[in-house]
């Protein structure tokens, strides 16, 4: 039974091995948080309902609307859905498959913040301390006001703002303001490193007053400096130490080692003049594939769906996998509340991220998007759930109250097709007590 837990499974296998459970009068288990594989009915999930899932994104594999495609399910600690769909190269035609790695970007930012608390755990700083305690850098940080002239803030950047993309920095790519165009000309996400990136930063002011509006930007990756600073560490010695290696995430890394290169496929881009699917990152060129000194607290990770599923079932029971404490649990419950309203105050509202507004109903916590109202979303999901994902497509939502966990992974910028929805409206018809 060792296979079960070493997550060796293809699509056949898992097929077969769960075939197997359902006709055993005992099913194969273990405690809820060693992510084991048990039968959808174990878990009070259909099976039938649960094969609703592949012919949906086969469909979109065949239409070309999706080159290729891994979906996991896990309920109560217990695997019940995993399946891949298509290819991982599309200039090749290599098969997906179930331990195939992805960019996930935007889904490093929770890991990030967990690494962060969990130095706040250790009592190494306080949320509302200023940025600038840690990063003197930030010191004389100005804000650039609607005409265009420079203020001083009316209230320090905390660290809280950045966890919560409160903190008035931007991207400088979803607009053509003063300061989009300086991030733009200082080329902020490709300097050489952390420091230099906040260095520069330092130099440019700031969009937002602090503490004003959520906007998102290059928050987490300041953010991941501060954890350098304080720890003494890298981001990327402090997550392989401290948060990789004990959660046995063996294929999560900001470089993909030469060794595991072929299972690392293409990303692609929508073009909307031809409606295909393009190429737009290839292996051999790819920065994630080559050496990596701007270690992206923000969005420079690469990982697959079992590794990413192993962080988000540790965030799921509180903090601890496999008898591993990462987080304590009631710093888990207060990253996953909506933060918003207490940094905003009376005077300010949640306003969008200034790429799309954010889908009513949803707040923002520490590193996570929270559902506060699902019926106003118009998606099915449960209150207090949160979520986050990545610009190529890739998403993860965590639900409490179904002791629920739902990931995709796909590698497609401006995808077309709505797999998040669709996908959670796959899992969450399939339970059933």
Not at 14 to 20: D, K
Not at 416 to 433: E, M, S
């Amino acid at each position: 039974m060792s296979s079960y837990l070493d997550f060796s499974f293809t699509r056949r296998s898992l097929v077969l091995s769960v075939a197997l459970l359902c006709s055993s009068a005992t099913f194969f288990s273990a405690q809820a948080d060693n992510l084991s594989y048990a039968s959808p009915e174990s878990v009070g999930m259909s099976s039938a309902a649960l094969e609703r899932i592949a012919p949906v994104m086969q469909e979109w594999v065949d239409s070309g609307e999706l080159v290729g495609v891994v979906s996991m399910v896990a309920r109560r600690g217990e695997i019940v859905h995993f399946e891949e769909f298509g290819a991982i190269n599309k200039d090749t035609g290599q098969a997906m498959e179930s331990d195939s790695l992805f960019r996930i970007y935007s889904m490093t930012k929770p890991i990030t913040t967990v690494a962060a608390m969990m130095l706040y755990e250790e009592g190494k700083f306080l949320l509302n301390d200023p940025v600038s305690k840690y990063l003197p850098e930030f010191a004389d940080l100005r804000v650039a006001d609607e005409g265009g002239a420079l203020v001083a803030p009316a209230r320090p950047m905390t660290i809280q703002m950045l966890m919560t993309h409160s903190s008035g920095l931007t991207y400088g790519v979803f607009g053509d303001t003063l300061v989009d165009r300086q991030y733009r000309d200082a080329q902020i996400l490709g300097n050489v490193d952390l420091a230099e990136m906040v260095t520069r930063l330092g130099e440019i002011p700031l969009q937002y007053q602090p503490g004003t509006r959520f906007h998102y930007g290059v928050s987490t990756d300041v953010l991941g400096r501060v954890v350098e600073v304080i720890s003494g560490m890298t981001l990327k010695d402090f997550f392989e130490q401290r948060i990789f290696e004990p959660l046995e995430m063996t294929d999560t890394f900001f470089e993909v080692p030469a060794d595991k290169k072929p299972r690392f496929g293409t990303n692609h881009t929508y073009d909307p003049r031809t409606q295909t699917l393009t190429v737009s990152d290839a292996p051999a060129t790819s920065q994630f594939a080559n050496p990596v000194t701007f270690y992206s607290g923000g969005g420079g990770l690469v990982s697959t769906a079992e590794d990413y599923m192993r962080f988000s079932q540790m965030m799921l029971n509180g903090g601890e996998l496999n008898g591993v404490r990462i987080l304590g649990s009631k710093t888990v419950d207060y990253m996953t509340q909506n933060h918003l309203p207490g940094i905003f105050g009376p005077n300010a509202e949640f306003s969008g991220m200034d790429l799309g507004s954010m889908a009513r109903g949803t707040g923002f916590g520490l590193g996570f998007a929270v559902v506060q109202d699902p019926a106003a979303i118009g998606t099915i999901g449960s209150e207090g759930e949160y979520y986050w994902g990545g610009a190529a497509g890739t998403m993860f939502w965590i639900d409490p109250e179904e002791e629920l966990i739902g990931i995709a992974m796909i590698q497609h910028m401006n995808v077309q097709v709505p797999l998040r929805a669709t996908f959670k409206a796959l899992v969450n018809g399939a339970i059933v007590d």
